[in-house]
Structures are given as structure tokens and as C-alpha cells.
């Protein structure tokens, strides 16, 4: 039996994280956060119903993109997240059963919202397609058995990107039986950031595709979509230099592209806990160890020999990833989009954790 979660079964979602979300304005001198506003969310995405999260592999994008769908739905809203690479991340990360081709319910949000998701299967997507634009629904066996879908989309790549583009149009504009729209937002975990600029480029996919028809009159509506003031793509990063680099060349890539830029997700901030003025020193190793150990002690704690020396060594290496981070903050920086910091959750990341993320998004104007 598929279970649906809810913020009730983890409790411990509450905690406040606020000061760790920064605005444009960027980190404080020798501070990589700064405080928090409900300003932080861009006024492009407030308005939008359809939000692509990407970044580079290993930046959490599926974690955000999941965190984000449940602060989206927590004001009430009932909001659809999507998957459509086919590795059921999402399905793992919600403690969920592989997620079907068709919208199930998976997360119960605060206030009565609701978070449907489905992962995009491109056969069942393209099948739909046959039946809905040619009526071939009754060959879909014979369709399957030849192995014409793994053909067609081999033959035109191009082809897999305008069919799963075009699932999730179908998703945003879906309405119920008195015409009011099935979902109030859209959240889809997207290809990586080295492939979201093709993925959204339908217009080139389709120039190589169609010429006529009724893919092709589908497909321009898909653009019109991408394009407009309610589709916006964020992107996800970490305070490293390769995926900071990796953003950079997506924000370009997708501005030249005439595509909504919303925010830059700067997920596992690492917290500062050193005093700013102490952190030159310390990353270049000057402790005063005798100091720590007197202090450790006048709190009840005995450090000393190889725990000493272990407790030393951990705090430089601290200093100078601290130092590493901040570096990576000012070339950050000079990428034009509203950054929101997230905190860094537990090595495990279950619902407790979404949650925790989707309260961090809130505090910053979701």
C-alpha cells in the first residue's frame, strides 16, 4: 500500500533557519550568510506556476526541488512535483514506492496543501501523444512490440525533450470538470545543468522534427509557456568552484535563450562558527591549544593528547573549508539572480529534512 506523508509525522520540521537565506546584497565582510527577508524570493517567481530546478549533479537539486514543492503547498496549495529522468529519486527521497506515470498523492503540507507528484515515463508520455494528436491508442501494442519508441527517440533525441516538455504543459494547464486548474504550481526536478538549456529548448528540437502537424502546434505552445512570465528555472549549487562555474555558464546559457531566471538555491551552507577576526589564523594553524584545553575544561570537558591534537587538527581543516566557502561566495556574487541560502540537514535526508528546507524557503518569501 503506497503511504502519504505528512508534516505531522515529523514534528521536529519546526525549527526556524532563517539566518541562513541571503538576499542579492550578498554575505556580510567575512560572513557567508547574511539575514533573512521575505524579500528574497524574486518577484519573477512569485508569479510563476511552472518551476524547473536544475543544477549541476551532486548539488541537491532533487532534495530542493522536493523542499520547494512542500513550502509552495504549505500555503494551502496543491502543487504537482515531476520527475522525468526516470531514476525515481523523488520515490526514494519521499520513502515512496516507484512513482507512477500518473499524479499521486505523496505529501500532506501544512495548512491543508497537498504534494502530487508522477514521474515522467517517456513511452506512456508518447503513447499519450499518438492517441491524443493521431488516434493511435489502438496500436500501441504493435508500437511497443517492433520497438519503435526506443527507435524514434535514438533516430530524433530531440524528439524525448518536446514529448516530456510537453507532459508537463499538459499537467499545468489541466483543469478539473468545472474548468478550475488541477494544480496552483508545477515543480520539476530537471536534467542537470550541463542539459537543461537543450531540454528547454524546444524550439530547436522541433525545427529538426516537424514542420506541420499537430506535435508541432502542441510543441509551440510548449515555448510560448517556457517562455512567459509563468515559467521560471532555478538552479542549485554549493559553495565549490565547479558548480559555482557550471551555474554561471547555465544563468548565460539560459538568458541567451530568452528563459526566466528565478533563484539560485545555495544549498549545505556551512555555518561560521569561528570568529571572523580568529579564521586567517586558525586556517594557517595557529591555535592556542593550552587555551582550548583550559576552556574545554572549565566546561567539564577533559581534551587532551591524541584528542587534543585530533580536536586542532578538525578545527583548522573547519577554517579553511570556511575560508574555501567564502571564496566561492564572491565569485557567486557576480552572477546576477536572487541567491537563497539553505541550511546544511543531516547526512540522511528524509521528510524531517524536506521539511526543515521548505520552512528555510518560506522564511525567504515562497
Same mark, same amino acid.
Given at each position: 500500500m503506497r503511504s502519504t506523508l505528512s508534516v505531522d509525522d515529523h514534528p521536529e !520540521? =519546526? =525549527? +526556524?533557519?532563517?539566518e541562513r537565506v541571503t538576499n542579492d546584497a550578498g554575505p556580510a565582510s567575512g560572513d557567508t550568510t547574511a539575514a533573512t527577508g521575505p524579500d528574497s524570493w524574486p518577484a519573477i517567481a512569485r508569479g510563476a506556476r511552472l518551476h524547473f530546478v536544475s543544477g549541476k549533479g551532486g548539488t541537491g537539486k532533487t532534495t530542493v526541488a522536493a523542499a520547494l514543492a512542500i513550502a509552495l503547498a504549505s500555503g494551502g496549495k496543491k502543487v504537482l512535483l515531476v520527475e522525468c529522468e526516470g +531514476? !525515481? =529519486?523523488l520515490a526514494r527521497l519521499l520513502d515512496q514506492p516507484p512513482l507512477p506515470p500518473t499524479d499521486q498523492l505523496v505529501v500532506n503540507a501544512p495548512n491543508d496543501g497537498e504534494v502530487w507528484a508522477l514521474s515522467i515515463d517517456i513511452e506512456y508520455a508518447l503513447l499519450e501523444y499518438l492517441d491524443m494528436f493521431y488516434n493511435l491508442g489502438f496500436a500501441s501494442k504493435a508500437i511497443r512490440k517492433v520497438g519503435a519508441i526506443d527507435f524514434v527517440t535514438t533516430v530524433a533525441p530531440g524528439l524525448r525533450d518536446v514529448v516530456i516538455t510537453g507532459k508537463i504543459k499538459e499537467r499545468v494547464i489541466a483543469a478539473d470538470k468545472a474548468g478550475r486548474q488541477l494544480y496552483d504550481?508545477?515543480?520539476v526536478d530537471s536534467p542537470p545543468t550541463g542539459r537543461i538549456g537543450n531540454f528547454l529548448d524546444v524550439t530547436s528540437a522541433m525545427s529538426d522534427l516537424a514542420k506541420t502537424g499537430p506535435i508541432r502546434n502542441q510543441s509551440e505552445g510548449v515555448v510560448k509557456l517556457l517562455h512567459s512570465d509563468q515559467t521560471v528555472i532555478h538552479l542549485c549549487t554549493l559553495l565549490? &568552484?565547479?558548480p559555482i562555474q557550471e551555474t554561471a555558464e547555465a544563468v548565460d546559457e539560459l538568458v541567451g535563450k530568452d528563459l526566466n531566471i528565478g533563484a539560485i538555491f545555495v544549498n549545505r551552507e556551512r555555518? @561560521?562558527?569561528l570568529p &571572523? &577576526? @580568529?579564521l586567517d589564523e586558525v586556517a594557517e594553524g595557529h591555535i592556542d591549544s593550552a587555551r582550548v584545553a583550559a576552556e574545554l575544561a572549565e566546561a567539564g570537558l577533559d581534551a587532551a593528547g591524541d584528542d587534543l591534537d585530533g580536536l586542532m587538527t578538525e578545527t583548522v581543516d573547519y577554517a579553511v573549508g570556511v575560508q574555501a566557502q567564502q571564496v566561492a561566495a564572491a565569485q557567486l556574487d557576480d552572477i546576477d539572480a536572487a541567491k537563497i541560502a539553505l541550511p546544511d540537514v543531516d547526512d540522511t535526508i528524509d521528510l524531517g529534512a524536506l521539511f526543515t528546507l521548505a520552512r528555510a524557503l518560506e522564511e525567504a518569501g515562497v
Amino acid at each position: 500500500m503506497r503511504s502519504t506523508l505528512s508534516v505531522d509525522d515529523h514534528p521536529e !520540521q =519546526g =525549527g +526556524r533557519y532563517g539566518e541562513r537565506v541571503t538576499n542579492d546584497a550578498g554575505p556580510a565582510s567575512g560572513d557567508t550568510t547574511a539575514a533573512t527577508g521575505p524579500d528574497s524570493w524574486p518577484a519573477i517567481a512569485r508569479g510563476a506556476r511552472l518551476h524547473f530546478v536544475s543544477g549541476k549533479g551532486g548539488t541537491g537539486k532533487t532534495t530542493v526541488a522536493a523542499a520547494l514543492a512542500i513550502a509552495l503547498a504549505s500555503g494551502g496549495k496543491k502543487v504537482l512535483l515531476v520527475e522525468c529522468e526516470g +531514476r !525515481q =529519486g523523488l520515490a526514494r527521497l519521499l520513502d515512496q514506492p516507484p512513482l507512477p506515470p500518473t499524479d499521486q498523492l505523496v505529501v500532506n503540507a501544512p495548512n491543508d496543501g497537498e504534494v502530487w507528484a508522477l514521474s515522467i515515463d517517456i513511452e506512456y508520455a508518447l503513447l499519450e501523444y499518438l492517441d491524443m494528436f493521431y488516434n493511435l491508442g489502438f496500436a500501441s501494442k504493435a508500437i511497443r512490440k517492433v520497438g519503435a519508441i526506443d527507435f524514434v527517440t535514438t533516430v530524433a533525441p530531440g524528439l524525448r525533450d518536446v514529448v516530456i516538455t510537453g507532459k508537463i504543459k499538459e499537467r499545468v494547464i489541466a483543469a478539473d470538470k468545472a474548468g478550475r486548474q488541477l494544480y496552483d504550481y508545477i515543480v520539476v526536478d530537471s536534467p542537470p545543468t550541463g542539459r537543461i538549456g537543450n531540454f528547454l529548448d524546444v524550439t530547436s528540437a522541433m525545427s529538426d522534427l516537424a514542420k506541420t502537424g499537430p506535435i508541432r502546434n502542441q510543441s509551440e505552445g510548449v515555448v510560448k509557456l517556457l517562455h512567459s512570465d509563468q515559467t521560471v528555472i532555478h538552479l542549485c549549487t554549493l559553495l565549490e &568552484a565547479m558548480p559555482i562555474q557550471e551555474t554561471a555558464e547555465a544563468v548565460d546559457e539560459l538568458v541567451g535563450k530568452d528563459l526566466n531566471i528565478g533563484a539560485i538555491f545555495v544549498n549545505r551552507e556551512r555555518p @561560521d562558527y569561528l570568529p &571572523a &577576526a @580568529d579564521l586567517d589564523e586558525v586556517a594557517e594553524g595557529h591555535i592556542d591549544s593550552a587555551r582550548v584545553a583550559a576552556e574545554l575544561a572549565e566546561a567539564g570537558l577533559d581534551a587532551a593528547g591524541d584528542d587534543l591534537d585530533g580536536l586542532m587538527t578538525e578545527t583548522v581543516d573547519y577554517a579553511v573549508g570556511v575560508q574555501a566557502q567564502q571564496v566561492a561566495a564572491a565569485q557567486l556574487d557576480d552572477i546576477d539572480a536572487a541567491k537563497i541560502a539553505l541550511p546544511d540537514v543531516d547526512d540522511t535526508i528524509d521528510l524531517g529534512a524536506l521539511f526543515t528546507l521548505a520552512r528555510a524557503l518560506e522564511e525567504a518569501g515562497v
